[in-house]
């Protein structure tokens, strides 16, 4: 049973994967998700920090119907993210480190085969699309030009414009910045508040940037190795650690520093998160 | 429970799945368009092996009608050879080719059913097979200058229709390869086609074949396809319900069981975290 303020419940989620056989035969699986709980509120924008491996995208992609889980449970809108995957993908979508678009096809092109997976028909498209990808300032008059031939940035504009596209309830962000220019991320990031705002939208932002997640959640949560270690408004992270930044937090709560240089099982993860 | 439901009544579902189908079409389409000049340096490809095929009926010492009807014979099996690897490689490329291109994890990950998206990419396979084959075939034709005075295309079209609810459902089982082998998939496609066409006497009877080889014809839809379009185009025969019936029977087979494999394996690949892009 869940309250009807609550998005997102996760339950005791585990996932791991078996890795390729190494130099001395069969490796155990690796884990990625560790038995992790949470919940996240209606209209609440929850930001979950992490290393590249530490099990982020892994958990994006369960709540995205796209992994079935070892043991536990997640529950989106009250739809169970395994038994109910339909229903669950009525209401989610999401925006990932790569734009993965078709790279021939236009920003249009792109924009309208999403759509239809959704329900919207090339009349609704064609005043839809340019009106949105306006929204997210991407130039309309650019829509007819391949992807391959689009900034990163740019594509970047893309991918917010198709999960706007849907009008998602649950907007799943995984490293939706990396990889951008000062300014893009900038625009990215403004353009995530303005959605928090105008829509009744509820935000799970995957990053390993500190200050996005900072800037941007009404509470921060640190996905280490599988395990989530806290999820708390910034200010009562910092209280409990008696830090001044989330790094110092980081540094505390594993003993690591935050940008550490990797160990080969943590390269592993990175493989498979 | 108080869940958010997506608002949708049965009739609504319906619609909902007719756009879903009409998208994926509409997305090869446009590929088509963006790729024009790859799929007419393929068809010119698929033209001159056509010819290598045809060409050995003028090697083998025969003259008039009976070099003509050995040329049909050949061309025939080119056509339905270049038909079914079409429709073989669309279908398997409803996994392989948004792995590629980054965008699998968004397929399948919106609402729209497995056996809509997999039926639109089948549809789309068989309109375009369709085109191609008819251009391989009118080329040949014109080309090396054979006589088809008696062909009954209607028949002809008519039966290809038919066979192709096969070779889609069975195009489905081979599209879930990719999907369990990222590295091998496509190419086992390739060699189930290629398996499928040598059974089903492409370019030759197939009572040439051994015996248990004669036995696995009787169950591919290409044997039928194959006899029956021969038949057509030489001596303009309709639609025989000796070619129709198995048709029908391996086509109502086929796309469940082809459903039921394709569904096996992506619950496998998201057990195994293997529904993501390549890179």
């Known amino acids: 049973m869940q309250h009807r303020s609550q998005a997102v419940v996760v339950r005791d989620l585990r996932k791991e994967f078996s890795r390729p056989r190494g130099l001395h035969g069969r490796r155990p699986p690796r884990a990625a998700l560790k038995g992790i709980s949470f919940e996240i509120a209606r209209g609440e924008c929850v930001a979950v920090l992490g290393q590249n491996g530490s099990g982020k995208s892994t958990l994006v992609r369960v709540l995205s119907t796209l992994l079935l889980a070892d043991g536990g449970d997640a529950h989106v809108f009250g739809h169970d993210v395994f038994a109910e995957a339909r229903a669950v ?72 414009a198709r999960a706007l596209l849907t009008s998602p309830v649950l907007l799943l962000l995984d490293e939706p910045t990396t990889g951008l220019d000062p300014r893009s991320k900038q625009e990215v990031q403004a353009f995530i508040r303005e959605l928090r705002l105008r829509h009744d939208s509820t935000i799970l932002l995957c990053t390993h940037d500190m200050q996005e997640a900072e800037a941007l959640a009404d509470r921060i949560g640190l996905l280490d190795r599988g395990e989530l270690l806290f999820l708390e408004p910034v200010a009562e992270v910092k209280a409990r650690y008696g830090v001044d930044t989330l790094e110092e937090a980081f540094f505390v709560a594993t003993g690591r520093a935050y940008d550490d240089e990797k160990t080969d099982d943590d390269r592993d993860r990175a493989v498979f998160a | 429970m108080a869940a958010v439901d997506s608002g949708l009544t049965k009739r609504g579902l319906l619609r909902h799945e007719a756009v879903g189908l009409f998208g994926v079409v509409e997305r090869n389409l446009y590929l088509v368009k963006r790729y024009f000049l790859w799929d007419l340096a393929f068809l010119l490809w698929t033209v001159a092996n056509t010819l290598t095929i045809v060409f050995i009926a003028r090697g083998v010492g025969l003259e008039g009608a009976a070099r003509n009807e050995l040329e049909t014979r050949l061309l025939v099996g080119g056509v339905i050879w270049a038909f079914l690897g079409i429709i073989f490689e669309i279908v398997t490329e409803t996994v392989a080719w948004e792995r590629w291109e980054g965008t699998i994890e968004y397929t399948f990950m919106a609402p729209v059913s497995r056996p809509v998206h997999l039926i639109g990419m089948g549809v789309f396979a068989v309109i375009y097979g369709f085109v191609r084959a008819a251009l391989v ?61 040598v059974v089903s006497g492409v370019y030759y009877p197939v009572s040439v074949l051994p015996g248990w080889m004669q036995w696995v014809a009787k169950i591919s839809p290409a044997t039928y396809a194959l006899r029956g379009n021969r038949a057509q185009i030489l001596t303009g025969a309709g639609l025989a319900w000796a070619d129709v019936w198995p048709l029908l029977v391996i086509g109502t087979l086929s796309i469940p069981a082809g459903l039921v494999v394709f569904r096996a394996g992506e619950r496998y690949a998201k057990r195994h975290g293997k529904l993501k892009r390549s890179g």
């Open chain 1, 89 to 160: 993908q009525h209401l989610v979508n999401r925006v990932s480190v790569e734009a993965s678009f078709f790279k021939k096809l236009s920003a249009a092109e792109n924009l309208a085969y999403a759509a239809r997976f959704y329900g919207l028909m090339p009349a609704q498209t064609r005043a839809e699309i340019p009106r949105i990808l306006e929204r997210v300032g991407f130039p309309a008059e650019r829509r007819g030009e391949a992807m391959e031939h689009l900034s990163r940035g740019m594509q970047q504009k893309v991918a917010l």
């Open chain 2, 137 to 197: 075939f009118l080329a040949v034709v014109a080309f090396i200058g054979i006589h088809v005075p008696h062909a009954n295309y209607g028949a002809a079209i008519a039966l290809l229709a038919i066979s192709s609810v096969s070779f889609i459902g069975v195009g489905m089982m081979t599209a879930v390869l990719p999907l369990i082998s990222p590295e091998k998939g496509m190419q086992l496609g390739f060699v189930a086609q290629g398996l499928m066409l």
